[in-house]
């Protein structure tokens, strides 16, 4: 996308601005359509100050879902599709979305099918979304098949923000309880250092070692923070390379607690995924594919591999599954009764919303858990720190009396 600076004149005279388009001859389209005669169009050179930077998708799930929602209530109400873009590109509260949507009516008057027109915006919609949408186009159930991908994205946001909340809460916690302690070694405990040293007696041991880490903090704190930089590049560097990502999401499934936590929720994606793709009447072999590039889970991803080539070679969709520990007997169980019974689709369903309810008590249950230890292991680090300190002052304070 670049922008654009231009004049031209409409109706009420002469008139300036900036305009964001792939290229000059749509720049000047979009111009057109908006009723302004082009006087001339230069594009404006990007530099790092007016470079957009996004990491992740753009456009947030909640604002993706009510677009579909509004998208598909338009289409059934019997407005064209260029029309509809049109409408919700002025409604939305997304600016990446809006940007895409004027993008997308352009394509759409030049003649694009829809899914191509939204395929050009990769970063944003994933193969699941691009393949539903010609499934719908082929079909001519645009509509439904628009509502069916509201369904799947509000239900997997639902999912997310449930797994987010209850990491959130110990990972803010940790965070503020290790600034907390580092704050009280590097700034409070070295003020008692003088007058622990004019006290001459041997220092209880947890005085010790309190002072010792202390003065490890001050010393070396850069190391620390040159430590953490570290630890978050290499886990960066990892998750972007394929071979490597495998072992992390195997980690991370087998951390006790949290692992099981994470396999219900990539489980619950990963069936949904299925069941939308199978409802749309995406080939077999076709959804696999999408669904282990969009699972985000490499041990996951490498089962749903497994289990394409198994379909290929004339066998099961099953087999790989019931031969890993990652899925559980009920999902390839399900499974297998949908594949006997031709209703594969509904049986992925029901595995979802058995798997998102499991997410849900899940999360209910960890944050009922954590929050207590959480806040006996603060309680515990500044305790421990404030012990090491009054233990020599009450003994300096009995010397005094004494004398």
């Not at 749509?26 to 082009?38: C, E, H, T």
């Not at 903090?217 to 620390?224: A, D, H």
């Not at 006790?256 to 994470?262: D, E, N, S, T």
């Not at 390839?332 to 019974?341: F, K, L, R």
């Amino acid at each position: 996308m670049a922008r654009f600076k231009y004049e031209g004149r409409d109706k009420k005279g002469k008139k300036k601005g900036q305009v964001t388009a792939p290229s000059k001859k749509d720049a000047m389209l979009r111009l057109k359509n908006q009723g302004i005669r082009i006087i001339s169009v230069q594009e404006i050179p990007e530099t790092l100050l007016t470079k957009e930077i996004t990491f992740g998708n753009p456009v947030k799930l909640q604002h993706l879902v009510i677009f579909l929602r509004q998208f598909s209530t338009l289409l059934r109400a019997g407005v064209t599709v260029v029309d509809a873009t049109r409408i919700l590109s002025s409604q939305t509260e997304s600016k990446a979305l809006t940007k895409i949507l004027m993008d997308i009516e352009i394509e759409l008057k030049e003649g694009h099918p829809l899914s191509e027109a939204f395929g050009k915006h990769q970063k944003v919609f994933e193969p699941l979304f691009i393949n539903m949408l010609k499934a719908g186009e082929a079909t001519g159930s645009l509509d439904e098949t628009l509502e069916r991908l509201g369904d799947h994205y509000e239900k997997q946001h639902g999912t997310r923000q449930k797994v987010i909340a209850a990491l959130s809460y110990p990972a803010v916690v940790g965070v503020i309880a290790i600034g907390v302690v580092i704050f009280l070694l590097a700034a409070v405990v070295p003020t008692f250092v003088d007058m622990f040293d004019d006290f001459g007696g041997e220092l209880p041991l947890i005085t010790r070692f309190v002072l010792g880490a202390s003065e490890t903090v001050q010393r070396f704190w850069y190391v620390l923070l040159l430590l953490v930089i570290l630890i978050v590049t290499g886990i960066g560097m990892v998750r972007q390379r394929k071979e490597t990502k495998y072992y992390l999401d195997y980690f991370i499934l087998r951390i006790p607690v949290f692992g099981k936590l994470i396999q219900k929720a990539v489980l619950a994606r990963m069936t949904r995924t299925l069941s939308s793709l199978f409802s749309s009447s995406v080939p077999i072999l076709q959804s696999l594919a999408i669904v282990e590039r969009v699972v985000e889970n490499e041990v996951m991803a490498s089962v749903l591999r497994a289990s394409r080539e198994s379909l290929e070679k004339g066998g099961t969709l099953t087999e790989p599954m019931k031969k890993h520990w990652a899925f559980p007997p009920l999902v390839s169980q399900m499974i297998s009764i949908g594949e006997e019974t031709g209703s594969l689709d509904s049986m992925l369903s029901k595995v979802a919303d058995f798997y998102e309810k499991e997410v849900e008590n899940a999360t209910d249950q960890l944050k009922a858990l954590i929050e207590p230890l959480m806040i006996v292991l603060l309680a515990g680090l500044v305790g421990t720190i404030v012990t090491a300190i009054m233990v020599p002052m009450f003994e300096i304070f009995n010397n005094v009396q004494n004398f």
